[in-house]
């Protein structure tokens, strides 16, 4: 069974400060994505890598892929209350037209 | 704008009614998939359909079915609900296996 780690489980920070979440496996993701979970709403999809080493950017949000496609880290620069939520990340195992494999996400409070 | 609708943001059933959760999407994507959401448990897999009239199990099918009778459309079936089946009920959509569209949930409580 592949599984994805998030961490921290939990972060609550001041606005502007900066931070970083990571997602770790020990499989090899063909692509991964990174979703945002506001409370009583469902995920909303911000980002895809798919190739090793890909580095994204979606304003203040930096996503990297790991070189070998196990790991992700998403930066969040000045951070702004509207960035708390669930951060959620997903890979598409190698095995193909398999589901995606979610973590367990990282909940993020940005106090104002 | 991709959209995909559940039937009711909250519902509130008694131990042992049958209940139907519904999902509709308006992207003709293949695939749709139901999960349950618990704090500290994460999302799991319930069921999967990659086809109209196909069904896969996921991670924990127990207690549940699905119907897909239509491309768009993808029913989750609790036969007899059970306390603990009181969860965040999500339902997504996706074009291959990745990007999935979520709704805005279930919330489901069984007294």
């Known amino acids: 069974t592949q599984l994805l780690e998030q961490s921290p489980q939990f972060l609550s920070i001041q606005e502007g400060e900066n931070l970083t979440v990571y997602c770790n496996s020990s499989?090899?993701?063909?692509?991964l994505q990174w979703y945002r979970q506001e409370p009583g709403e469902g995920p909303v999809l911000l980002v895809t890598?798919?190739?090793?080493?890909e580095v994204k950017k979606l304003k203040r949000l930096t996503f990297q892929f790991g070189d070998a496609r196990k790991d992700s880290s998403l930066h969040i620069t000045a951070a702004q209350p509207g960035d708390t939520g669930l951060y959620l990340c997903?890979?598409?195992?190698?095995?193909?037209?398999?589901?995606?494999?979610f973590g367990k996400g990282t909940r993020l409070s940005v106090i104002a | 704008d991709v959209k995909v609708t559940q039937s009711s943001r909250y519902l509130v059933k008694r131990t042992g009614e049958k209940v139907f959760l519904e999902c509709v999407q308006d992207?003709?994507?293949?695939?749709m998939f139901w999960y349950r959401q618990d704090p500290g448990l994460g999302l799991r897999l319930i069921y999967f359909?990659?086809?109209?009239?196909?069904?896969e199990k996921g991670d924990i099918p127990e207690g549940y079915s699905v119907s897909r009778e239509k491309k768009e459309r993808f029913s989750l079936i609790l036969e007899s609900a059970s306390t603990n089946q009181t969860s965040m009920y999500l339902c997504?959509?996706?074009?291959?296996?990745?990007?999935?569209?979520f709704g805005p949930g279930t919330r489901l409580t069984v007294t």
């Open positions: 997504a959509s996706s074009f291959a296996t990745v990007e999935q569209y």
């Open positions: 499989s090899v993701f063909s692509s």
């Open positions: 890598v798919v190739t090793g080493g």
């Open positions: 997903a890979g598409n195992p190698i095995s193909g037209n398999t589901p995606l494999v």
């Open positions: 992207m003709d994507h293949e695939n």
């Open positions: 359909s990659y086809d109209v009239k196909m069904k």
